[in-house]
C-alpha cells in the first residue's frame, strides 16, 4: 500500500478509533466495547457499535451490533469455529438492514471483530466456505483489511 492508499484508506476509514471504549460486565466478566462508526454517506453521522467478548467454547465468542444515531439497530455480526478441526474462524452471519448497505457498515463490523479477534486468540477472520452470494462479493472485491492497517 502506497502513501496515497495509505492517505485515501484513512479519509475513509469507517471506525473512529478515538472513540473506543472497553468494560467489563460485572456479572460474567464479559468484556463490552463500544465505538463509533462514521457514516460517510450520511454526512459522517456517528453509528454507535457494541462488541461482546465472551468466554464460548462452540465459538470465538464475539458478536457486533450497529444502531444508527436514533438508537436504533442497523446491523448485526456473529463469529463462528469452522472446519473439521475448529481451527478456522468465520463470520457466521451479517445482517445490514437494506437501507443502511453499501454505507460500510459491514466493512466497520468485520474490522471490529477482526481486532477483537486478533487481541484474544491471535487470529485472522478468514471467508467462509458457506458464502452466500453477497459475502463472496464482499471477498472478492472488499478491501476492508487494508483500512485497518493504517491502525498497527
Known amino acids: 500500500m502506497d502513501s ?8 475513509k476509514a469507517p471506525i473512529d478509533w ?13 468484556r463490552i466495547v ?9 454526512g459522517g453521522k456517528r453509528f454507535p457499535m457494541t462488541a461482546w467478548d465472551y468466554d ?9 451490533s450497529v444502531n444508527n444515531p436514533e438508537g436504533e439497530n ?16 468465520s463470520v457466521d452471519k451479517t445482517k445490514v ?14 474490522l471490529l471483530m477482526e481486532q477483537l479477534l486478533q487481541e484474544k486468540a491471535n487470529q485472522k477472520i ?18 476492508w483489511r487494508d483500512r485497518h492497517d493504517i491502525y498497527g
Open 4 to 11: 496515497f492508499d495509505r492517505a485515501w484508506a484513512f479519509m
Open 18 to 30: 478515538a472513540s473506543y471504549q472497553e468494560r467489563y460486565d460485572d456479572e460474567d466478566n464479559n
Open 34 to 42: 463500544n465505538v463509533d462508526y462514521v457514516n460517510p454517506k450520511e
Open 56 to 64: 464460548d467454547f462452540t465459538s470465538p465468542g464475539i458478536d457486533v
Open 74 to 89: 442497523v446491523a448485526n455480526a456473529w463469529l463462528r469455529y469452522e472446519g473439521d478441526d475448529g481451527s478456522r474462524v
Open 97 to 110: 438492514n437494506e437501507a443502511y448497505r453499501r454505507q460500510g457498515i459491514n466493512t466497520a463490523m468485520y
Open 126 to 143: 478468514e471467508p467462509s466456505t458457506r458464502q452466500t452470494e453477497d459475502g463472496e462479493r464482499f471477498w472478492e472485491s472488499s478491501n
